[in-house]
């Protein structure tokens, strides 16, 4: 069975940073590109950012130059650097196996 669990979210300061990380188990990891997504109430889910199984990063206009995906496959992890946060950061954030399976979600929230 396919799980995807996130955490590291929480309440930060704007200018402040966190580390999201999805711990994946159930497939072969490294297989699998991973997609971070955001979503806010009464809005669509964005993408955030993409890694390949080659390690190729994109990235969405609003995170460019603040956000940093990476993954560690011998820890079945994709991670979430996030720094220069901003109130419209917030949001509840969710990685993706492309294609296949969504996590629950963790909550960021950027205000003073």
């Known amino acids: 069975q396919v799980q995807l669990v996130e955490s590291g979210g929480g309440l930060v300061q704007p200018g402040g940073s966190l580390r999201l990380s999805c711990a994946v188990s159930g497939i072969i990891f490294s297989r699998y590109g991973i997609g971070w997504y955001r979503q806010v109430p009464g809005k669509e889910r964005e993408v955030v950012a993409v890694?390949?199984?080659?390690?190729?990063?994109t990235y969405s206009e609003p995170v460019e130059g603040r956000f940093t995906i990476s993954r560690d496959n011998a820890k079945n992890t994709v991670y979430l650097q996030m720094n220069s946060l901003k109130p419209e950061d917030t949001a509840v954030y969710y990685c993706?196996?492309?294609?296949?399976?969504w996590g629950q979600g963790t909550q960021v929230t950027v205000s003073s």
């Open positions: 993706r196996i492309l294609g296949l399976a």
């Open positions: 890694i390949t199984s080659g390690g190729t990063v």
